[in-house]
């Protein structure tokens, strides 16, 4: 068993090789579980036993063979054991979680340093007495060794009768015992030196093997607790899941069919709403604004009708029946003549090739939703001047429907999005964008009749798109008849676009109001009501506002705002002017069909002196416009008087002059000047420049020179110093 020239133990080789794995398969469980303590300490006890046996057990020295001294061989071999031993109550104090081995955990490592230190590193260098040390230096450690076991015990015990926990407390007797053996290993010097390295082996590593068992089931038994935890937690969290999940797919079918059952009965009042107007008209005659509202009610019916379909869509239900034939053609022809004449109120050119004849195995309605969404979205997003292409052809058994312009186009990223349902792009609406809904049914259509739809747009490199809708052709058989149960709506969403609405004539005797809404529409119904008491001026963005402010004669004296808007929405355009000087004196009304407390929460905060929500009385609207500008109109006069005393009773003006201002008012009155013609003239008169007075208005300096020209006129003067002269005489 030993290998000449050097005598190796192979017994303890191959017990610091199993040592040197545990070290390591520790090492990689700490890596990985850093919070746990223990396994530090238990890897800091590997590597003081594997270097003890390297030093004491692996050699039997001293060996002369060995080329280090006797003496440092010597003390390697007696004395490295006893560094193991120091650590050992340190490990049960922290591994173990005793609180009555505080001391020993903290101190103890003294009563073995102090005598092995003292006798292997001092007194046997000096005096070479190496049968003295080996034989004295045992005793105070075993007294010690007696103390500590003793106060472990009743550690364990104490522990035990806190907890009540039996396993725990055979537990920690593994770890006692193997403790035990260890502080039995002195007694190996009792023994002859021919069988002390196997004894040795026995004893000093038993305990290691012992406390490296102990550790083991310790750590198999948490990780065991922590699966079931985790079992346990995801049981319990997938359970929680399944009952949420229930929950809010009950909620949101409740919310589904409150929403579809609100739908469905509101179909009827407005087919009601449209036959009895549909009656009116016919038997009174058109007026503007019965046109008006009848296309509004088309509108809101279309948009509800969609919002119906999908939502019979969303829940398995078939809308259309496809066991019938629909000519294509003709179904594509009856809708071109009226989109043709939209198309010309928007000068836009329209042109088609439309092969003749095309049937298809579909509800004549379905081919209608998807040619009237189509070719309505292409006349919606091309500007004025464009053109649109429409084509209906054949490619071997399948019909391709394609409809191109050369409009605002479509970016690659939302070729997917715009079949969302709700989902709109965000373009120039003019009052005619929808809801969100038509191409969404228009895919479910086309899937449906196993068809596809490809959208071809890249506005980067070119305006315009074209989109191509791809079905299966049916070959007409004989006796089959094809069904014309379609109908040729009268509203496409587009006759909107037919309004023109330009600022009213500026009359100075006037106060201004500037309506910002995209509705035309509503912009129409606002200015039909406001213009014949107020100049009235209109843009259809927060953008359009700002450059209109700049190009009035006046600046408006009250804002009415819509909030959603493109470019510029309301909540933007009403923060550019408070953070702005110039403009932030101006009140600001929200009207808007955003109704949360949240959204009237921020539009008040950015200013606004109220958040009408719509629908709304026109008459409340007119009454509160009107209350706004006279309350307006008296605190700018009250401020221009109080500005005018403060001015002369600064000492420019006495009592005299005081009597000359009651004549200058007169005269100014004679001349039938206006009240903001006497503002300006009494600033005049104080000597204020033409920029000071636009400042103290809050006008615009070339606003103020056009009243000077106005008042210079009418007093019939030339400049200045003759209308001062004029007016006070």
């Known amino acids: 068993m030993l290998l000449p020239p050097i005598h190796v133990n192979f017994v303890i080789l191959a017990i610091i090789v199993l040592e040197i794995a545990i070290f390591f398969n520790q090492f990689l469980f700490f890596l990985a579980r850093k919070h746990e303590k223990n396994r530090k300490y238990h890897m800091i006890l590997s590597v003081l036993l594997i270097l003890y046996n390297i030093a004491e057990n692996l050699f039997i020295l001293p060996d002369p063979l060995i080329p280090v001294p006797i003496m440092l061989q010597n003390i390697l071999s007696e004395s490295t054991g006893y560094f193991v031993t120091m650590y050992i109550p340190f490990y049960c104090y922290k591994t173990l979680e005793l609180k009555g081995l505080r001391f ?34 045992y005793y105070l450690p075993a007294c010690y060794a007696v103390t500590a076991l003793i106060a472990s015990y009743r550690a364990i015990r104490s522990k035990y009768k806190e907890d009540k926990d039996k396993k725990g407390y055979h537990q920690r007797l593994w770890i006692y015992w193997a403790v035990v053996i260890w502080c039995a290993s002195p007694a190996i010097d009792l023994i002859s030196d021919a069988e002390k390295w196997l004894l040795g082996a026995l004893f000093n590593n038993l305990n290691f093997l012992l406390l490296s068992s102990f550790f083991m089931v310790k750590s198999v038994r948490k990780f065991m607790e922590e699966r079931d935890q985790l079992r346990e937690a995801k049981d319990t969290l997938t359970e929680k899941v399944k009952e949420k999940t229930y929950q809010l797919e009950r909620s949101n079918e409740q919310r589904t069919n409150a929403l579809v059952n609100l739908v469905h009965e509101t179909k009827t009042p407005l087919t009601l709403i449209k036959n009895y107007l549909d009656e009116y008209i016919n038997k009174y005659g058109f007026k503007e604004e019965l046109g008006i509202v009848k296309n509004n009610i088309d509108k809101l019916n279309k948009d509800i009708s969609n919002l119906f379909d999908l939502e019979r869509y969303n829940k398995g239900f078939e809308i259309y029946n496809h066991n019938q034939v629909a000519n294509f053609s003709r179904i594509l022809k009856d809708n071109l003549v009226l989109f043709k004449n939209y198309c010309r109120n928007k000068n836009i050119s329209l042109q088609e090739n439309i092969t003749e004849g095309l049937m298809i195995k579909a509800d004549p309605g379905a081919v209608n939703g998807i040619v009237v969404n189509l070719t309505e979205n292409a006349i919606k997003y091309t500007n004025e001047g464009g053109h649109i292409n429409i084509e209906l052809t054949t490619e071997g058994n399948k019909i391709i429907f394609a409809v191109s312009d050369n409009g605002i186009g479509i970016t690659r990223g939302l070729h997917e999005r715009i079949f969302e349902p709700y989902y709109q792009i965000n373009s120039e609406k003019g009052g005619s964008q929808g809801m969100g809904l038509g191409l969404p049914i228009v895919k479910k259509t086309v899937n449906d009749l196993l068809g596809e739809i490809i959208i071809e747009s890249n506005p980067e490199n070119d305006p315009g798109t074209k989109v191509r809708v791809i079905l299966l052709k049916h070959e007409q058989q004989e006796k089959e008849e094809t069904n014309p149960g379609y109908n040729v709506n009268n509203y496409a969403g587009l006759e909107i676009s037919k309004l023109s609405i330009a600022d009213s004539i500026y009359d100075e005797k006037k106060q201004t109001v500037l309506i910002v809404e995209d509705n035309t529409t509503m912009v129409s119904y606002l200015f039909k009501k ?84 719509k629908p709304f009385s026109s008459d409340e609207l007119i009454l509160k416009v009107s209350s706004v500008l006279e309350n ?25 002059q005081k009597d000359t201002t009651s004549k200058f008012e007169k005269n100014c009155k004679a001349y039938q000047l206006t009240p903001r013609e006497i503002d300006i003239t009494k600033l005049i008169s104080e000597g204020y420049s033409y920029k000071q007075i636009g400042d103290t208005l809050f006008i615009a300096e070339r606003t103020v020179k056009k009243h000077v020209q106005n008042i210079f006129e009418k007093v019939a003067i030339t400049n200045k110093v003759q209308l001062i002269n004029k007016l006070e005489s």
């Open 104 to 137: 020993h955990g903290k101190y103890g490592f003294l009563f073995l340093l102090v005598p092995v230190g003292g006798l292997y590193l001092i007194y046997y260098p000096l005096t070479n007495d190496f049968d003295f040390v080996k034989n004295y230096a």
């Open 530 to 613: 406001l213009s014949p008491k107020y100049n009235v001026t209109v843009a259809f963005n927060g953008a359009e506002a700002l450059l209109k402010m700049r190009e009035y004669p006046v600046l408006p004296d009250l804002i009415i705002s819509d909030v959603m808007m493109d470019k510029v929405d309301g909540f933007k355009l009403a923060k550019i002017l408070t953070e702005d000087p110039e403009y932030k004196h101006i009140p600001f009304i929200f009207l808007s069909a955003k109704h949360t407390p949240q959204d009237r929460a921020q539009g008040l905060k950015l200013g606004a002196i109220d958040f009408i929500q």
């Open 632 to 656: 307006t109109a008296k605190q700018k006069h009250a401020f221009y008087d109080n500005a005018i005393k403060a001015l002369k009773t600064g000492g420019h003006l006495d009592f005299k």
